[in-house]
């Protein structure tokens, strides 16, 4: 099995980060994100990666070469422009003949893959989809009302609860046919195509979350959390 992992997002919301650096090779700890990535991906058994590289690529393939140095096999499938989550997958399009995993570039994870893979085949899904639970407090008071304006109860900053997707996937080779060559498209655009007609879009929800490194904000937090989990150790 294969790891198709999508590291050629521009990483404008982290700038000026990544003005010489791309995203994934931002530093955690003593590695760049995405070598913690591929090394997630080694220890649940897929050894077998896609780097989808645009944006600086020189610095990602300078640094992982074949990946014979992180014990996986590494190719490169190459775009020259931005195009989006399933874009940027449907360049791996040459390298997938089989059920693959597709991961965000640009987070951690922290749950087993392993039993992900094994509950997309089990259940023959199309896709199967990551997903964590969020919670969260809402910043304000919460007033439910009937219909005509009467006040039935004040909730005030209440937590709320969704699952939300995590950017790891389970998929069949086929939904590349969902995709358009070299034009920007949305993961969620082809998940909701392929939907539309029909196939097995499921779940693998999970506790033992991922951290999102989207932004400023969020890369200083995966930091410090890194820092605290060496201390740990």
């Not at 931002?26 to 070598?35: A, F, N, S, T, Y």
């Not at 690529?57 to 014979?68: L, P, Q, S, V, W």
């Not at 699952?163 to 389970?170: A, I, L």
Request: proline share 5%; with cysteine.
């Amino acid at each position: 099995m294969k790891a198709i992992i999508l590291a050629g997002g521009l990483g404008t919301r982290l700038q000026p980060y990544t003005t010489f650096l791309p995203k994934p090779m931002l530093p955690l700890g003593e590695k760049p994100i995405l070598e913690h990535l591929i090394d997630w991906t080694r220890k649940n058994g897929v050894k077998s990666v896609v780097l989808c590289v645009s944006y600086l690529r020189k610095t990602i393939e300078d640094y992982f070469e074949d990946g014979k140095r992180f014990g996986v096999n590494i190719e490169y499938a190459i775009s020259n422009k931005p195009l989006a989550t399933a874009g940027q997958l449907k360049t791996a399009e040459e390298f997938i003949d089989d059920t693959f995993v597709c991961i965000y570039g640009d987070s951690i994870f922290n749950f087993s893959l392993r039993n992900m893979i094994k509950q997309h085949n089990q259940k023959k899904a199309f896709v199967t989809m990551s997903l964590n639970e969020y919670k969260t407090n809402l910043p304000y008071g919460v007033i439910e009302t009937s219909k005509n304006g009467k006040v039935l109860s004040w909730n005030e900053k209440p937590e709320i609860k969704a699952n939300v997707n995590m950017g790891c996937y389970v998929m069949e080779p086929e939904i590349l046919k969902f995709i358009p060559k070299n034009k920007p498209f949305g993961m969620d655009d082809v998940i909701k195509k392929a939907m539309s007609r029909k196939k097995l879009v499921n779940s693998f929800l999970t506790k033992n979350g991922f951290t999102d490194i989207g932004n400023k904000a969020s890369y200083k937090k995966a930091y410090q959390e890194y820092i605290q989990k060496l201390g740990k150790i």
